[in-house]
């Protein structure tokens, strides 16, 4: 019996060393949602804002590696499998992006254009011009926990 509870313990541990673990929850919880999820009880129909609302968190969580939220989040809202153009999401949100901003989800374009108040220098379009937040690149898409704190 101390033998099984020693192989348990280890077990544990490695899965938690290797994420693994957090991983096997949140695909347990997406499972059980599958399962609960009453399909007789009609969704209301998808509006154009929670279209583009749900793109602009999905794309954040699946750059983040958070795929089963992103799994749960398509599933529980009926957002299309397939995930919207970039581009069009960009232009339907009259966002213009520098070519650092393509590299991260839109979100944080958009977070950094009302961090910095809106105060971009951008004389040749009337649209909003996102620009890439300072995070370090080798910070995203760790989880907050890996991540270095100021």
Known sequence: ILTDLFIITVLKDTLE??????????RIR????????????PRPPLSHENLLIN????EYLEYNKYKYAASVLTAESGQPEVPLDRQF??????VV???NGKSVPLLYGILSHFLHGGKEENT???FPKVFLLNYPKQNLG?????????
């Open 97 to 99: 992006e520098d070519t």
């Open 30 to 41: 997406a499972e059980v949602f599958n399962a609960l999820d009453d399909q007789s009880e």
């Open 89 to 94: 999401l960009a232009k339907e949100l009259n």
């Open 55 to 58: 793109e602009l968190i999905r």
């Open 17 to 26: 060393k290797r994420g693994a673990l957090g991983q096997i929850k949140a």
């Open 142 to 150: 760790k989880p907050p926990t890996e991540r270095n704190q100021k």
């Open 124 to 126: 040749q379009n009337a």
